[in-house]
């Protein structure tokens, strides 16, 4: 019964990082530990389901760091999942982790690794595909706060724009109520118990009439905690296309938290917020961060146009970063490529590291490795980088840290380069150095290398 409801790969992520039962002797892992665990399984070729079998446990431990005791206690615990899972099959939920086909591919992109591994559902699947507006504001909303919040989600529901929202009281629920007794569809992204939510009257009738789908990051009988509502509300905006906050309390409460976390993101939604005479000051406070007033000039009609037309004209300028390891393989090209040839292996160069970058995630259903060509170019490409970083001796830890890569990925170049004569391995504690010496008096460096290195590139 249970491998009719999951696939293999999400019998072997709830295992890890699922709490169920009563058995809290291991703890399951953390975002961060299973983050690191899907780098080993691409690197090697696996799939999380492949940790069902015992044999694979030990270099699982070696190859991500994470005690194989632990991990064998965790994929263990196949009975107490066994009597969870007929509970919530009994319910009509159902479970997906980030390795599924029909994992939510929005959280993926605009997350990234912070993409929760499990996903718990009610309802319509084929609302997973996303989009519309997510509607988020406090519990306890006035009453002009509430008769706005029904005529936007009435007017979503005529324009075909699902809504999304977290499921609480207040503006949550009041929008996606009225969305869906105007005919119209929600998502709700919840916090807290999705089983209990999923049979309440309010809700029955519209999931079963394919209107509603509930999910949630979190265990079905989940209580409600200051931790778990944060967590949930970068995942309303990752669903949505937009954001609108109705009100939000200036540096207080989630609706002001999510707002602002999601106005520092960089490919951030746009965020459009409730103005007027009579709203709370975070409101205005969050037009300050870069939110977007909404316009009472906005028509009933064609109104995924119209927002798109006022995020566009709003879209901040983009930022100048500093550059990182991604950022300067444009300036290690071949100086004597033409400019049309230069910029076409530019830009071919920069997308296959994109890919590298993105890998775990965006590959994490198919775990396929980029070929060893072009892991050696970028090799070739990133090595002046890391030699002028290296000129201060650093661990591994702060040189990702400092340029923007993947751990497991930049360990393979330092190991590379220690072979190569370009940096020496320091013990007590471990740190990375660059040998300049063999650089000045061997020239082991290609010409190209020794020009990046001294021109602090």
Known sequence: MMNDFLTEDTQAVILLCGVFGKDRSEKPLSLTEYSSLVRWLIEVKMRPGDLLQKENITEASKGSGIDKQRLESLLGRGVQLGFAV??????????????????????????????????????NRALLSGGGLGIVGSRNVDQVGEA??????????????????????????????????????????LAENLLKKSVERKYRHAIADGQLLLIS???????????????RNKLIYAMADYGLVVSAEHKKGGSWAGA????????????????????????????????????????????????????????PPEKVKQPTLFDVIKNTEEPTATVNQNNRATSEKVEKINKLKDNLIQN??????????????????????????????????????????????????????????????????????????????????????????????
């Open 86 to 123: 007929e509970e919530w099959q009994r319910n009509g939920i159902w479970i997906i982790s980030r390795s599924d086909a029909d994992y939510p591919a929005r959280y993926k992109k605009h997350l990234k690794d912070k993409a929760p591994p499990l996903l718990f559902g009610v309802g």
């Open 364 to 457: 994490e259903s198919s775990c396929i490795l980029p070929s060893s060509s072009i892991l050696t170019s970028i090799y070739e490409a990133v090595l002046p980088v890391i030699l002028k970083q290296l000129e201060t001796a650093m661990s591994s830890d702060e040189l990702a840290k400092l340029l923007d890569v993947n751990k497991t990925q930049l360990n393979v170049w330092l190991k590379k380069a220690v072979v190569d004569g370009f940096v020496k391995k320091l013990t007590r504690p471990v740190r990375y150095e660059a040998v300049k010496s063999m650089i000045a008096q061997q020239g082991a460096a290609p010409d190209r290398y020794s020009a990046a290195l001294h021109s602090g590139r």
């Open 260 to 315: 602002q976390e999601e106005l520092k993101r960089e490919n951030r939604r746009p965020v459009f917020v409730r103005t007027g005479s009579r709203v709370p000051k975070g409101n205005s406070k969050l037009l300050e961060l870069g939110a977007i007033e909404w316009s009472e000039t906005i028509e009933k009609n064609k109104l995924k146009e119209q927002l798109d037309k006022i995020a566009a004209s709003n879209r």
């Open 148 to 189: 706005f919040t029904r005529q936007i989600a009435e007017r979503c529901a005529r324009n075909q724009m699902p809504v999304v929202s977290g499921g609480a009281r207040g503006v949550d629920q009041i929008s996606m109520i009225a969305a869906l007794e105007a005919g119209g569809v929600t998502i709700g992204v």
């Open 217 to 231: 990051p979190y265990h079905p009988n989940a209580r409600f905690t200051v931790g778990t509502a944060m967590g």
